[in-house]
């Protein structure tokens, strides 16, 4: 397995009596993109702040790139979009593509080459001499994640990237995350928006009060059991003992028709609807129903806080 | 490197947002105040003579333009400064340029030198406006005009390496009120030093030393007098600010210095160490 580009072992941050940060731990493997999800308050930027030095841990390490953190080479290849980033209002998009550039070590003739490219890779091309205190929220949140690219990042933060953006920059913010993840870039990725994350992240943490709670791959949400709903004419109660030995928790709803089951594998769908169909019952409906990311997060999150 | 390109960005930000512009125009209106108000009481003088030493009164006016460069300049010192760390920390603007691979040291080191340079250029443009004035309608020169004009000059970095120091710490507004107020300590420790020199009371004059020792600012004011006037003016009608009757020791001189190499100091270390 190659060295993680983020490694996190027990981070831990106080501010006074309050605990921001109890212990994070996780670790994020070069090309992944991983979601950071939490409620607010549990401590989401507070750990960002921390991989990237802005905030000093109280105990606990980490090392990013393979690095400890705060190292300055390191830096050259981290790109970082902050939350509710204000940037220099007085000016020009690329005046300001340029100083950050500068800020990274870039030489002339790559900034040249960069900030062109990125203006034009979140649509503001035609809004370079824009001053920056021009823009709305959304172009501001474009051009911050410009910045966040300008040095052809192995690693990217990106906090709350689409909190300001409308349908059609949160597709743009998405088609620019799987673009990263093609090119082999890892992207850490903070967002309430649970859809976006559900459509761009390998793997998703759950973090609430501080703490990771869980760390999942979205492909083993997959894997997991899930509720079945099937619509049949006149079900029996042979029908139902025959579906018994596919399926676990039986049960036929009130009012008839109706019949949900559970299925470990997505692989005995299409033998669930051999046996209804060769038993000679009508089969008018069978639909899955996988818990979205949203009901997951609710789970996760909620149990914790029930206890 | 990085303190360069800081520099550069803070001296686009002051331009960008019109205060230099702003800065230079009101001092041109200031000059032109004085270089009427001298107009017509060099008039007077000239019309009716026999007021004595007119060498005094030509003294004492560019003394008094002198002093209001001076408190202009603290002001404009801290008013320009006073946001810069703090703001920037406030508003997050910070964020995305010290995880830049530069050091944070070189970001405020980078906006004090930047800062440094507006106010002394200032500081230049005010006071050699005024000598010139005065010296083109009278003759009248200061004496040590370079070693006064150091020490005028060195109290406005003091004044502003302060205000730069406590943002790395304070809120903008906790700051300029901190910055003003030792500020005007230290001037009121300045007054009470020169009563006591007056009535020979030895507390009142340590009073004014402790004050100079905390914030040395208008001990060197003081000394710049000194400078300009050498001996010549210390009467007791020119008490006041405008006067130095108790002149600083040279020791000032240095302590001042390394006040400033300590402020400047702290000020790179604090904001290293801060969590932002």
Redesign the interface.
């Known amino acids: 397995m190659s060295v993680p580009v983020i490694d996190a072992q027990h981070l831990r941050k106080v501010f006074g009596s309050k605990i921001a940060v109890d212990d994070l731990t996780l670790d994020v493997q070069p090309g992944e993109v991983f979601g950071f999800l939490g409620p607010n308050g549990a401590g989401k930027t507070t750990s960002i ?1 921390m991989l ?5 841990p109280t105990s606990g390490s980490a090392s990013l790139l393979g690095q400890p953190l705060g190292d ?2 390191v ?2 290849k ?1 790109g ?3 939350e ?5 209002e ?2 020009q998009a690329q005046e300001f593509l340029d ?2 550039g ?4 870039m030489d002339a003739p790559s900034r040249r080459e960069a900030i062109p490219r990125l203006l034009k890779l979140v649509g503001l091309e035609d809004r370079a001499t824009t001053k920056l205190g021009a823009f709305s929220k959304g172009m501001l949140q474009r051009i ?1 994640l410009a ?1 966040s690219l300008l040095n052809d990042p192995w690693l990217v933060f990106l906090d709350e990237p689409t909190s300001g953006l409308d349908p059609i920059g949160r597709r743009l913010v998405r088609d620019i995350i799987n673009d990263l993840r093609e090119r082999g870039t890892s992207v850490f990725l903070n967002s309430h928006l649970l859809s976006e994350v559900e459509k761009t992240c390998d793997r998703v943490s759950f973090i609430r009060s501080g703490r990771i709670l869980q760390v999942s791959t979205l492909t083993s949400f997959e894997q997991e059991a899930f509720q079945v709903s099937i619509r049949v004419g006149q079900p029996t109660p042979e029908l139902l003992a025959q579906l018994a030995v596919i399926g676990e928790d039986v049960h036929l709803e009130r009012g008839g028709g109706r019949i949900r089951l559970k299925l470990r594998d997505e692989g005995r769908l299409p033998e669930l609807a051999q046996a209804i169909t060769t038993s000679g019952h009508a089969l008018y409906e069978l639909t899955p129903n996988r818990l979205s990311l949203e009901e997951r997060f609710l789970q996760v999150v909620g149990e914790e806080s029930n206890e | ?2 303190t360069l ?1 800081i520099s550069r ?1 803070t001296i686009r ?1 002051a331009q ?2 019109r205060i230099l512009w702003v800065a230079l125009i009101m001092g041109f209106a200031f000059l032109t105040v004085f270089a009427v108000g001298f107009h017509y009481i060099q008039r007077e003088i000239e019309q009716y003579g026999g007021v004595g030493d007119e060498q005094i009164i030509y003294g004492f006016l560019l003394t008094s333009g002198l002093y209001a460069t001076y408190l202009l300049v603290i002001i404009v010192a801290v008013l320009v400064s006073v946001t810069t760390v703090s703001g920037e920390i406030e ?3 910070i ?9 944070r040291w070189e970001v405020v080191l980078g906006k004090w030198l930047a800062y440094a340079a507006l106010v002394l250029v200032y500081l230049f443009l005010l006071a050699a406006g005024l000598m010139l004035y005065v010296y083109w309608r009278s003759g009248f020169v200061f004496n040590n005009i370079l070693a006064g004009l150091s020490m005028m000059g060195l109290a406005g970095l003091l004044v502003l390496s302060l205000s730069i120091a406590g943002g790395t710490r304070l809120s903008t507004l906790a700051n300029g009120i901190m910055a003003f107020m030792l500020f005007g300590i230290a001037f009121l420790g300045g007054l009470v030093e020169q009563i006591g020199g007056f009535i020979r009371n030895e507390a009142a004059v340590n009073i004014g030393i402790i004050t100079s020792l905390i914030m040395p600012a208008d001990a060197l004011w003081k000394k710049a007098l000194s400078f300009f006037q050498g001996d010549e003016f210390i009467t007791p009608m020119m008490a006041g600010p405008f006067a130095s009757t108790t002149e600083p020791s040279n020791l000032m001189i240095i302590y001042a210095g390394l006040y400033l190499i300590a402020l400047i100091l702290f000020t790179l270390w604090s904001f290293t160490k801060r ?2």
């Open positions: 702040k990237l030095s802005l905030t000093s300055r080479g830096r050259a981290v970082y979009l902050p509710h980033f204000r940037f220099h007085w000016l100083l950050h500068r800020l990274y070590g911050g910045q | 490197m990085a390109i960005l930000e960008r947002r508003s997050h603007v964020d995305a340029v010290v995880t830049k691979p530069i050091r969590d932002l």
